[in-house]
């Protein structure tokens, strides 16, 4: 009974660290201006923090727009993202570091601007 299911979870831990590796890879060919950030944690930082204002300037209450649509996003590169992240940052004083723009920038890059630079 005991060395199955050690056999099974052995599969398991090397069947994610598989998926794990294929991911890092992936993501390594892509290049981003936010090498060291992660989507997932800067969509946490992010939609608590900075949704709900810039939700409240459109008549339809999307702020994604802000970032997807040409009509209203200013930013036309890595580096004026991440000036708007540093001044939205400062203004509402959220107190994040380099790590957190950089999660925070990964994650409307890979989901909005994709830039590559
Ligand atoms: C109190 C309201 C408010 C909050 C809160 C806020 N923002 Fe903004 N944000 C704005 C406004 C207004 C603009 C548009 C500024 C402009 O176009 O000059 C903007 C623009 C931006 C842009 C630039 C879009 C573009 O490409 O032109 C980014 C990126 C951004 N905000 C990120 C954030 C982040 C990250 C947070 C959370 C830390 C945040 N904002 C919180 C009001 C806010």
């Given amino acids: 009974m005991k060395p199955i299911r050690s056999a099974g979870l052995l599969r398991r831990v090397i ?3 598989a998926a794990a ?9 892509l290049a981003s201006p936010f090498p060291k950030g992660n989507a997932a944690a800067g969509k946490k930082l ?11 300037m459109f008549p339809d209450k999307n702020g994604t727009q802000l970032y997807s649509d ?4 200013k930013a036309t590169n890595g580096a004026q993202l991440r000036g708007m992240i540093e001044f939205c940052n400062n203004r509402t ?6 790590e957190e723009i950089q999660h925070v920038g990964r994650y409307l890059n890979d989901n909005y601007y994709k830039f590559t630079k």
Wanted: hydrophobic share 40%.
């Fill in 15 to 17: 069947g994610i660290s």
């Fill in 21 to 29: 590796l294929l991911a890092m890879s992936a993501s390594a060919a």
């Fill in 46 to 56: 992010h939609d608590p923090r900075c949704m709900s204002c810039h939700n409240s």
């Fill in 70 to 73: 040409d009509m209203f996003r």
């Fill in 93 to 98: 004083q959220s107190g994040w570091f380099e």
